[in-house]
């Protein structure tokens, strides 16, 4: 790709980097692939059985979780990356670039998967992906890649939140093993998304106030708003997964036990979805 127009378009460092974002984008469609072939082997009782939205859904949590896992293992050491920690706003590392690479490519697909299956997914799923590869591609400028590594730590969550997902659809709703899960869930998601995420949200604005004569406004504008997005809605999905692990645990007026209630549809991201 054209340095000349990455430039153009204020993204200097991604000419280093573009063939990394799109190999992660082609990876996680091969991943669907993958799953549509293995799952039926693997779980033969259950994903032959689901049908049209609730089958392509099973595909994309499994992208969701490779992901996940992926991106928490390659971000971690970010964190004390001796590069960027010197110039925390505009600091600029080779590799932390092939990390964000690896994220906005995944961000990418899940623009373009959630527009294709627009009727299954919503426009939720669409804002959410964009909003997202938005965000991180801007740090090519390069901007805020030491805190980019931050943020992904809230994938930290993402695996056990699936996994919720695919206990209810091999039916084990309800059972002890995803009460445990549940548990470790709102755990890790209080502590990464809201605990850490309100606290660095706060120190990453006092870091950028104290250079902002050198941000263009217009950066400043669309991360404080994708701050508050984010933040907010990480507290109504933590309120969600109370209120959902609630419902299913909580004992019957009769004395029987109601965790075999269905939770209501919502996102993968945050809800316990259908």
């Known amino acids: 790709m054209s340095a000349g127009i990455l430039d153009s378009l ?10 990394t974002l799109l190999g992660s984008a082609i990876a996680c469609n091969f991943i ?9 082997q693997l779980f033969p009782g259950t994903y032959p059985k689901l049908q049209g939205a609730k089958k392509l859904n099973w595909d994309v949590h499994v ?13 971690a050491p970010l964190l004390w990356n001796e590069t960027l920690m010197k110039d925390k706003v505009f600091g600029y590392d080779y590799y932390a670039g092939q990390v964000y690479a690896v994220a906005c490519g995944y961000f990418l697909w899940d623009t373009i998967h959630s527009i294709r299956h627009f009727k299954a997914f919503g ?31 809230f994938e930290l969550s993402t695996p056990f939140l699936n ?29 990464a998304r809201i605990i850490f995420g309100v606290y660095m949200s706060y120190y990453t604005y006092i870091q950028v106030m104290t250079v902002v ?23 109504y999905w933590f309120y969600k997964m109370i209120e959902s692990l609630v419902k299913r645990f909580k004992p019957s007026k009769g004395g029987k036990s109601s965790q075999q ?3 209501a549809e919502g996102t993968r991201k945050g809800k316990f979805a259908d």
Request: charged letters at 5%; a neutral charge; proline letters at 3%.
């Open 10 to 19: 204020g993204l200097a460092m991604l000419s280093n980097h573009w063939t």
């Open 32 to 40: 669907v692939q993958l799953s549509q072939l293995i799952s039926p």
């Open 63 to 75: 992208v969701s979780s490779v992901h996940a896992i992926s991106i928490v293992i390659l971000s």
């Open 123 to 153: 426009i939720g799923f669409v804002f959410h992906g964009f909003c997202s590869f938005s965000v991180f591609i801007l740090g090519f400028r390069p901007f805020l890649q030491y805190y980019g590594s931050v943020f992904l730590m």
């Open 163 to 191: 996994i919720h997902w695919f206990m209810d659809k091999l039916g084990m709703t309800g059972t002890i093993y995803q009460l445990i899960n549940g548990v470790i869930l709102l755990a890790v998601f209080l502590c």
């Open 213 to 235: 004569d050198r941000v263009p406004m217009h950066l400043i504008v669309i991360y404080s708003a994708a701050n508050v997005v984010l933040n907010t809605l990480n507290l």
């Open 261 to 263: 209630e269905r939770v």
